[in-house]
T-cell receptor, first 116, second 117 residues
Framework: EAGVTQFPSHSVIEKGQTVTLRCDPI?????LYWYRRVMGKEIKFLLH????????ESGMPNNRFLAERTGGTYSTLKVQPAELEDSGVYFC??????????????FGPGTRLTVL | AQSVTQPDIHITVSEGASLELRCNYS??????LFWYVQSPGQGLQLLLK??????LVQGIKGFEAEFKRSQSSFNLRKPSVHWSDAAEYFC???????????????FGKGTKLSVIP
């Protein structure tokens, strides 16, 4: 079974540019989470999809960030325009969501975003 | 304020030695508790989790963790470390009363483990 995949693995862009990160969850997983780790800080929650709906987006830092999950499969996270403080590692995680209390979140390897 | 604290940023141990990684939490009620590991180039992998019951939890790769309510701690242990255990370890929690079915994880800052052959 394929795990959570993320693309690209590394992105270097200039301030003001746009970047789109992609996450492919494990097939059949209804829940999809985005997290971010800024250098030297904790991994922090950004948002949570259940299928194609945003369940919780309380962690999104501002309106420069837009997440979508069309069709309830893969998800994209767009940053437009990117700022220096957006640099970090963006993780995606998915879980089955079939009623098991706190079913395990499976993480992808992350996308390292560097904004110059 | 609610928080998860991993007081050790970096730990170095010799292969074969025992290991204990510390984690403390500050929440009104005991949250759900997790330990994840991230090896270089890999995603985070769940080692173990605690919801209730027996306070000594067994996980994968020979790891265990002990929940101590009186100390608000959930320390990770391994009796004999292998070189392949070198990685970064994260303690995480989900508050007991997570609303709206969103079980977002709240992480500590992580502890990097180096293993000397």
């Amino acid at each position: 079974e394929a795990g959570v995949t993320q693309f690209p693995s590394h992105s270097v862009i200039e301030k003001g540019q746009t970047v789109t990160l992609r996450c492919d969850p494990i097939s059949g997983h209804d829940n999809l989470y985005w997290y971010r780790r800024v250098m030297g800080k904790e991994i922090k929650f950004l948002l949570h999809f259940v299928k194609e709906s945003k369940q919780d987006e309380s962690g999104m830092p501002n309106n420069r960030f837009l997440a979508e999950r069309t069709g309830g499969t893969y998800s994209t996270l767009k940053v437009q325009p990117a700022e220096l403080e957006d640099s970090g590692v963006y993780f995606c995680a998915s879980s089955l969501g079939q009623g098991d209390l706190l079913d395990t979140q499976y993480f992808g390897p992350g996308t390292r975003l560097t904004v110059l | 304020a609610q928080s998860v604290t991993q007081p050790d940023i970096h730990i170095t141990v010799s292969e074969g030695a025992s290991l204990e990684l510390r984690c403390n939490y500050s929440y009104g009620a005991t949250p759900y508790l997790f330990w994840y590991v991230q090896s270089p180039g890999q995603g985070l992998q769940l080692l173990l989790k605690y919801f209730s019951g027996d306070t000594l939890v067994q996980g994968i790769k020979g790891f265990e963790a002990e929940f101590k309510r009186s100390q608000s701690s959930f320390n990770l242990r391994k009796p004999s470390v292998h070189w392949s255990d070198a990685a970064e370890y994260f303690c995480a929690v989900v508050p007991l009363y997570s609303g709206a079915g969103s079980y977002q994880l709240t992480f500590g800052k992580g502890t990097k483990l180096s293993v000397i052959p």
